[in-house]
């Protein structure tokens, strides 16, 4: 079992910056490939990024490349999400989710993953 809470979420403004971490418990936290995904108000959630196991390989949404960065720290069992350049199309609730599937290095699809966070509210003004 695997327990996730995100933090760092918050208001800005449209061109600021945010750092979202999701804390997970548990031993085996390095074997699992990790995602943020985010649901705007009125609409599906959908994927944003996704991180292997290591941390060597990752995979981002078109909407956010180039903008945002995945990483992980797995000594301290978390993964970030650095946020830059915020769109006012970027505000959602996001998640963070684990996946203990094995033969890929990172998922796109929310069905892949196991263990899912409660989520923080990523607001951006225009």
């Known amino acids: 079992q695997v327990q996730l809470v995100e933090s760092g979420g918050g208001l800005v403004q449209a061109g600021d910056s945010l750092r979202l971490s999701c804390a997970a418990s548990g031993h085996t936290f390095s074997t699992y490939v990790m995602g943020w995904f985010r649901q705007a108000p009125g609409k599906e959630r959908e994927f944003v990024t996704s991180?292997?196991?290591?941390?060597?390989?990752?995979y981002y949404a078109r909407s956010v490349k180039g903008r945002f960065t995945v990483s992980r720290d797995n000594a301290k069992n978390t993964v970030y999400l650095q946020m830059d350049s915020l769109k006012y199309e970027d505000t959602a609730v996001y998640y963070c989710?684990?996946?203990?599937?094995?033969?890929?290095?990172?998922?796109?699809?929310?069905?892949?993953?196991?263990?899912w966070g409660q989520g923080t509210q990523v607001a951006v003004s225009s």
């Open positions: 989710a684990a996946s203990s599937a094995s033969g890929r290095f990172y998922y796109t699809n929310e069905e892949r993953y196991d263990y």
């Open positions: 991180i292997s196991a290591s941390g060597g390989i990752t």
